[in-house]
């Protein structure tokens, strides 16, 4: 996929270091210097602030994923008006945001009668949201001019590290809960000021620009009726993403919050590839439909598909063969509260799966979105909300943690399928051959072969031999099927780079 690979594993290598950071911070630092109740409160903090920031863009980033590529040639940098009027939109947002804060706190407090704790905090869910709310609308210009690598570094690697100096400083005793739970809320300041001194020293990217465009001046009114049926769209894409958190601590309390935040962690892992493809993605799909180009269009939405299957198979299989392992090294880090982690084993088998099959539609609300029936994603992103809300209500309320896992579980079939539906419809789209059938039954075969038959009693040598044994028969699989040539051309010219030789007696 010529950028889109490159670019796309070198912002999987930041994805991945920010996991395995936080990864140490959630699985290790936390359960060690925190209760299930405090990771809780951090879970709740977070995802009301992305909930809420999305919010107060009003629907701008949309237009700057999809309108920046006409300013740009059109306009050039400098007398480009998009950055400061999306600017001006956003802070409109967070002002309507604060006002109505202001004006329903005491309905907020008393809603949150299961969460004293988050209640006595949830003035920090502001300065948190507001750091956000620019971070992520200079994120859109920054993918708009191919800087989707950095953007990713900051918001995975780089926001997992400052927020594990904050637990150190809390472990240590250096600040108190309170005093962590500020400094957190301003986790996302420094990135933020360091993405804008990128794009500032680009030259390719001003907020100065005060008169209208003569391409606004003709645009503005596709532009607000596409800002605001894909706001909707998103936003509501965005609280179907959160709302089993704010279920979780308003009926059931913050410790289940805890819970659930690590289980939805392990099987976000499955986002990786996901997310570096999706920030390289867009920019280039906007493109290709600005110039028609349907052949690179289907070109990406078949590789997506094939790469993105094959790496979320691979992970989740070392995902769901590790899942007790997880279980009783928590357990055993968690002197505090004497373990009390068994609810994550069937939690994280059930995300996972609704991860993976996320993953095996590839990048098709992408294509959706960056296209000219982008109404449809609204509509879908609807559905998906009115289908989750109640039925997240009506299984957690029955079945605990659990009945909310398979709630995500059966919208994200409902909702990628009726994606799938309509992009095969419309432009005949279909990635899918009989390699990738094939290549899903046998690998499932592996994983449940493996998980019933191989069993050690001791964690680290279970952990060892299951994995190691997973990845030799994984790899053989996978280069018997060949289900995803890019990433088997790309292995083998890393492994032929650094181990010279290797590949000789084939090549003769």
Known sequence: MGIIQKQSIQSSLFIILGF?????????????????????????????????????????????????????????????????ITFIVNM????????????????????LGKSPSFAAHFSYVYPYTFFLLLFIWLEAFAWGLRKGVYTNFLRETAIRIITTFLILAYGLKWISLTNFIALYSGVYLIPTLLLLYSLIKSKQWYLYRFQLSSVTRRLSKRMINFALFVFAGQFFNMLARTNDTFLIFGLRGLSDTGIFAIATYVSAILEIPQRSLTSISIPILAVSWKNKDF????????????????????????????IENLVSFLNWVSHKESGGYDALTNLIFILGLAKLIDLATGVNGQIIGTSNYWRFDFFTNLFYIILSLPLNYLLIKNYGLEGLAFSNLFALIIYNSMRFGFLYKKFNLQPYTLKHAIFLVLSLALMGSIHFGLHLN???????????????????????????????????????????????????
């Open 295 to 322: 052949a690179n269009i289907k070109h990406i939405y078949h590789k997506s598909v094939s790469n993105l299957l094959a790496i979320g198979l691979f992970c989740f299989g070392l995902i769901w063969l590790n």
């Open 458 to 508: 001791n964690i680290f040598w279970n952990l060892f031999i299951r994995s190691g044994f997973y990845i030799i028969c994984f790899a053989g699989l996978a280069i018997w099927i060949n289900p995803a040539p890019d990433i088997l051309a790309l292995v083998k010219k890393v492994l032929t780079e650094k181990i010279p030789g290797l590949f000789k007696q084939t090549q003769k």
């Open 92 to 111: 409109i947002g967070f002002a309507i945001l604060i006002v109505l804060g202001w004006q329903q706190k005491d309905f907020i407090i008393r809603k």
């Open 20 to 84: 395995l950071i936080g990864a140490i911070n959630l699985l290790i630092l936390f359960p060690l210097f925190f209760t299930k109740n405090d990771m809780g409160l951090v879970r709740a903090l977070i995802d009301t602030g992305a909930t809420l920031s999305v919010f107060c863009t009003l629907g701008t980033l949309p237009v700057v994923y999809k309108f920046y590529p006409f300013y740009n040639q059109y306009l050039g940098a400098r007398k480009n008006d998009l950055p400061l």
